[in-house]
């Protein structure tokens, strides 16, 4: 303990340092939260994309309770260092980080605009960025709003044209973050995307970010007819910004149904399951199965974002004719909590002593990294002890589940407020064997 508080003290000092800077190293940009417009100043021409915002993952990317109950605790870890350098609040919270309206932590500084989290004149007066990844955005707040239009015109503010606003790295600005006292990367969805087969190289026939994350539904890109502000023309492609990812659960805490659907949705088009087996099966014999998981429809990894916290597993049972159980493995115990010895897609973070730790901002290395690729698959094997006395069929069901955190987490970050966290069954198959 004493060796790991010498680290952590010599940590802290360099996080010190960082914290005068921007990550990457250049001066930290400053600018005051009432130079930005209130996202009701949009809501006048912008009606439709208002209320797809007003929903969403970006609106709440600071007040998400679970969001705030982690930054708290990772505070409290660190000793308050955390708060006082990029990492806090760059991307949950960008005006009021510019503002230094943080810390503290708990956001009793912060001014009303810069709870929007990420809201309209928050993107929309990005000019560029210093290299993609860690917040690292060049703000220009003011009357010029940028966007994906080259033939915008609007009496209210000057527009300007943006393919960077198109583009991926725009999303990887914050969707790629790295540890910014030892370069562990901790969110790696833009690099996974750019080492993909829906990056072409060419920004005219890759699948960017936006064509899957801003459209009404999987599969829908640039398929949005409509208008993009009241007084603006019919166009073949408007951009919707609900920005849903998977996050279901942040939409049944905030009470949006059609953002969970949403989220479920997208969920549920991603993986396939196959199950490889044999036929027929011996009794009093050991049968083996193979069941195969393939991303079909992320163009990042399965899953994706802080996925020391993400849970992604395989659910199989074996029922005999009577649909009593032979084998189970991934089901719930009484707390809500998963199997540990089941097959999770995940990654797996080491503290500076080695030890497993889900608290990112205490992450030295990668222990595993289990997760899926794009257009990829990893299988996972599973024997099957077949009872002497059984004849008849074994029915195997896989199912390929998802939760956003572990239900212990929650239960010990929100206490007496805390649910139950919506499972969705991304994918399911069956197979059934003959026992002669």
Known sequence: MKLQSKRMTACFVVLLAVSLLGCGGSEKQVID?????????????????????????????????????????????????????????????????????????????????????????????????????????????????????????SPVHETEYSRMHTESRFCGMCHNFNHPVNDLPLISTFSEWEDSQYNTGDPETSTACQDCHMTPGPGEKGNNPGIAASLGPNRNLVFTHNIVGANIALAQIIGSPSHAQLAEERLKSAATIFINNPPTAERGSSLPIEVFVKNVGAGHMLPTGVTELRQMWLQVTATDSNGNFVFSSGFLDSKGNVDDKCAMFNTVFADIDGKKTSHSWLAEKVISDNRIPPGESKSEKYEIKIPKDLSGQITIDVKLRYRSAPQDLIYDLLDSEAKKLPITDMASSRAVITVP
């Open 33 to 153: 939260s009432s130079k930005f417009k209130d996202s009701t100043y949009c809501e006048k021409c912008h009606r439709d994309i208002y209320g797809q915002w007003k929903k969403s993952p970006h609106n709440y990317s600071y007040s998400d309770p679970i969001y705030q109950k982690l930054y708290l605790l990772a505070d409290k870890e660190t000793k308050g260092k955390v708060e006082e350098t990029c990492a806090g609040s760059v991307c949950h919270v960008p005006v009021g980080s510019m503002a230094g309206e943080i810390p503290p932590a708990d956001g009793s500084k912060l001014s009303e605009i810069a709870k929007e989290g990420i809201f309209c004149d928050f993107c929309h007066t990005v000019s560029d960025m210093e290299k993609v990844g860690n917040g690292l955005y060049i703000m220009s707040p003011g009357k010029v709003k940028r966007g994906p239009f080259k033939d915008a015109v």
